[in-house]
């Protein structure tokens, strides 16, 4: 994969809509309308609303969804119509997760330990927030990483017959005091505490 499939994205916030993205922030783009990091989020919500609409998602069983091939393929689905390396693993630095050689072994081993939190005697909530927060704090994709994990988890809770979380009832990709306490959660869960992200995932 060449550098220009892979853009080492900053994470976190995105800059205020109107900001042209720069040559740099176009790597990987499939979309040559997209000029500001407003028309990204639009074009980015528009391919995650196509990927939502197919059925397909919501008869996976809880097992078949903890699969590293299903979630790049959830990731693929949600971005591949903006971004040439949507369902692909990064294979550059970015400033929250691991090291990109060892994102395969470690969303394998996420899939395998949630297969016993999500079938044992955990509460399903707080299995939701474990595999949330490690799948986002592994950081597998250039970006997305966000949006990804939220639908993962959700799909996961439904699998099991439980109502998908509700996130704080705002959208998360714009700045706001809600996405704020999001990730406070999920820094929270960084330290060893999930019990902020169980809260906030239900507000
Ligand atoms: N301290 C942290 N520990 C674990 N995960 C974090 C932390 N801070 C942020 N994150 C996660 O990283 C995500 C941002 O990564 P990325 O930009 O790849 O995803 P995204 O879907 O584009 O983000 P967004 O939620 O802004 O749309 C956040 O949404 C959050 O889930
Ligand atoms: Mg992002």
């Known amino acids: ?14 800059p205020a809509g109107a900001t042209p993205l720069s040559e740099h922030d176009k790597n990987g783009l499939r979309l040559s309308w997209v000029a500001t990091w407003a028309d990204l989020n639009a074009a980015e919500a528009a391919n995650i609303a196509k990927a939502l609409g197919m059925r397909r998602w919501y008869g996976y069983s809880t097992e078949k969804l903890l699969d590293d091939h299903v ?4 990731h693929r689905a949600m971005f591949d119509e903006v971004w040439k390396w949507a369902g692909r693993y990064r ?5 929250i997760g691991c090291d990109p050689h060892h994102i395969g072994v470690r969303v394998r081993e996420l899939c395998e330990n949630a297969k016993h939190w999500f079938t044992g005697t955990m509460a399903v909530d707080e299995a939701g927030c474990m595999f949330h927060h ?5 950081h597998p994709f250039a970006n997305g990483n966000g949006r990804h994990a939220r639908v993962a988890t959700d799909l996961l809770l439904r699998s099991l017959g439980a109502q998908p979380f509700t996130w704080g009832r705002v959208n998360l ?4 005091t809600t996405r704020k306490a999001y990730i406070a959660a999920l820094q929270a869960a960084d330290r ?12």
């Open 1 to 14: 994969m060449s550098d220009s499939d892979n853009a080492p994205w900053r994470t976190g916030h995105e």
């Open 71 to 74: 979630q790049r393929t959830l």
């Open 91 to 95: 294979t550059t630095e970015t400033n």
């Open 134 to 138: 490690e799948l986002v704090a592994t």
């Open 173 to 176: 990709v714009q700045a706001s």
């Open 192 to 203: 060893g505490d999930h019990e902020p992200l169980i809260t906030f995932a239900r507000s």
